[in-house]
């Protein structure tokens, strides 16, 4: 395909244009210490339990949203490190806001932690607090809803009904197979007692995807609480993992172990599809025609057809990178065609998925998480066709757009991403495709979520889009980045108020 643009202004300007960008009107945070890259990792010797930490849970639990960001700049200016205030966040979150009755609403203010940390940790150092205060104030608002609403609280687990550590396990796959809360709630306390994070992981990895109820937020939760603990210590996981199971076994109706709900049979289906596909199917050659009939195939097909394709294609010999490859390309195709909340989630949905599927040491597993990604696209598209007619776009209609200032491509493409977004994904594909580095363009996405961004997913979406970037093969990432400008800020909207106020936090 012809590069429409002008690789020597490009050149000539792109490192600039990048930089007048990542700086934007954040220029402020460079009198706040600044976070260094080995405060964001986990401490090995750092003690299982820390008593320390609940000061700060207090901290956030009790101080006033208007005062919150005002009294946590002051305590950092006063030593206070950045793991303890992600793990303030996360705890704080966790004891008080509730996920029901959708894994999602005002339980963005949990799910949205690792965002910002992965925002925060993308960054330069002088910027990495804009994110956390970000997800500070958002936790504040959602902590209002929760107590308007049902005012909940977590409970202490029953200690009466813990099981012994040699059959926590047993006990609560047993408990999360039946959709028994209480026995789950005990189970997994003794888990977190007494098993590692990887045992317990592995479990949870399965149970996430169980199911697309909260439209995919129950796999997003198991993903996000992992890496946020992490960075924080597994001395905090009892409480976390005590809500991420009341979180998986959300559900409506009667318990949904003994009906055929819709949205549990593909899970069913695919423990036995999972077992016909080949032991060496890893070792698979990337196929590009592989990718290409399998997105035909989830644009159109059913999860069932799309599950069969993905053992189809496994067991002769394709790789999985090309399977996936088609998962990130069609979630970017979804959130083109209708951007919309649905279509927000088919993309963190896959991020997450991917991740899991990252992390996991157990084949099975492995074979499990990458069938039930190819069963949920299809369900999400059944859902978006509900709200609305999806606009006649893939990848192949994307076509590059020539860039009228050849000076500052990068400015232009986020200028006009309001007004006609369409034009703006097409500017972005003829700027990659001249060869250019994406870093200028995910650079300024991110800004540009940290200066306009209002809400739990401008964090979610741009930091799940930015991190798969690099998890597709070269030929289709350009297309996946520029689907996905759909839903990334203009330049030319409002700065949100939190850059105001923690400006004039910090006396600038």
């Known amino acids: 395909m012809s590069n429409p643009m002008s690789r020597r202004k490009i050149l000539k300007s792109g490192a600039a244009a990048g930089a007048a960008l990542t700086l934007g009107d954040l220029a402020f945070l460079r009198g706040f210490p600044a976070v260094h890259a080995e405060e964001t990792k986990l401490d090995p010797r750092v003690v299982r339990v820390d008593q320390g930490i609940e000061p700060v849970v207090k901290l956030l639990e009790e101080t006033p949203r208007e005062s919150l960001l005002e009294e946590v700049g002051s305590r950092i200016k006063n030593g206070l490190s950045y793991r303890e205030v992600l793990a303030g966040l996360l705890l704080a979150g966790v004891k008080n806001i509730e996920p029901r009755p959708q894994v999602g609403f005002k ?251 990252e992390a996991s040491a157990n084949d099975e597993t492995r074979r499990m998480l990458l069938l039930q990604n190819a069963a949920f696209i299809p369900m999400f598209r059944k859902t978006m066709e509900g709200r609305g007619k999806l606009a006649d776009r893939t990848v192949a209609t994307l076509k590059p757009v020539t860039v009228e200032d050849g000076s500052k491509p990068v400015e232009e493409i986020f200028r006009q991403l309001k007004s006609n977004p369409e034009a703006a994904a097409g500017k972005t594909l003829a700027y990659l495709q001249s060869g250019e580095s994406a870093k200028s363009v995910i650079d300024a996405a991110r800004v540009m979520a940290f200066l306009k961004g209002d809400d739990a997913h401008d964090y979610k979406f741009s930091s799940a889009v930015l991190e798969d970037y690099e998890s597709i093969s070269p030929e289709w990432r350009n297309f996946y980045l520029a689907s996905n400008l759909f839903n990334l800020r203009s330049s030319e909207e409002k700065d949100n108020k939190l850059v105001q106020r923690t400006r004039a936090a910090l006396g600038s």
């Not at 001395?235 to 559900?251: T, W």
Request: aromatic share 8%; net charge negative.
């Open 107 to 357: 339980f963005h203010a949990v799910l949205v932690v690792n965002s910002a940390h992965l925002a925060s940790l993308s960054s330069p150092p002088e910027h990495r607090w804009l994110p956390i205060f970000w997800a500070l104030d958002y936790f504040k608002e959602a902590q209002a809803r929760d107590t308007r609403e049902r005012n909940w609280t977590m409970a202490p687990v029953k200690e009466s009904s813990v099981p012994p550590a040699h059959k926590a396990a047993e006990a609560f796959r047993t408990a999360m197979d039946n959709w028994d809360e209480p026995a789950a709630d005990a189970a997994v306390a003794s888990l977190a007692r007494t098993a590692g994070m990887n045992e317990i992981y592995e479990m949870l990895f399965r149970y996430g995807v169980r199911d697309l109820r909260s439209i995919g937020h129950k796999a997003i939760y198991v993903a996000n609480s992992l890496r946020t603990l992490q960075c924080i210590g597994w001395q905090h996981a009892e409480p976390v993992l005590r809500s991420l199971a009341y979180a998986i076994l959300m559900h409506e109706g009667d318990n949904p172990a003994k009906r055929d709900d819709e949205t549990d049979r593909p899970y069913r289906r695919n423990v036995e599809l999972a077992k016909k596909i080949r032991p060496e199917w890893r070792d698979g050659k990337v196929d590009r025609s592989a990718t290409e009939s399998f997105l035909a195939t989830l644009r159109t097909g059913t999860s069932d057809e799309a599950c069969d394709a993905v053992v189809e294609m496994l067991n002769r010999g394709v790789s999985p990178q090309s399977i996936w490859d088609a998962l990130f390309v069609e979630s970017g195709e979804l959130l083109m065609r209708q951007p919309a909340i649905v279509g927000i989630h088919v993309v963190t949905t896959t991020n997450a998925v991917h991740y899991a599927y």
